[in-house]
């Protein structure tokens, strides 16, 4: 049973810092992705930050390059996104994801709850 659980978001000044983290149990970590999206209202989620848990190769888009790191620790199964020089377009839902490819959420097949970031 794969569950994967967010926490951290909060609110936020423009140019501060949060880090987000996802708790997640029952995933194989070999050769596949995970994961932050996001989806604030009216838009199609994206992708902000995903990692292969199988190595070290990570993929952000130019929005959030520069300002977003993600992280893993493998012991405590635990995924990180810190989260740098905010801006309010950063404003959304903030979710976890598993077993997927790349940036496209359509490919990933776990989701946690969300959690959510406002920076005003």
């Known amino acids: 049973h794969v569950q994967l659980v967010e926490s951290g978001g909060g609110s936020v000044q423009a140019g501060g810092s949060l880090t987000l983290s996802c708790a997640a149990s029952?995933?194989?970590?070999?050769?596949?992705?995970m994961g932050w999206f996001r989806q604030s209202p009216g838009k199609e989620r994206e992708g902000v930050a995903v990692m292969y848990t199988g190595g070290t190769s990570t993929y952000y888009p130019d929005s959030v390059k520069g300002r977003f790191t993600i992280s893993q620790d493998y012991a405590k199964h635990i995924l990180y996104l810190q989260m740098n020089g905010l801006k309010s377009e950063d404003t959304g839902m903030y979710y976890c994801a598993a077993a997927g490819i790349g940036l496209d959420s359509r490919r990933y097949s776990y989701w946690g709850q969300g959690t959510q970031v406002t920076v005003s």
């Open positions: 029952g995933i194989t970590y070999t050769h596949y992705c």
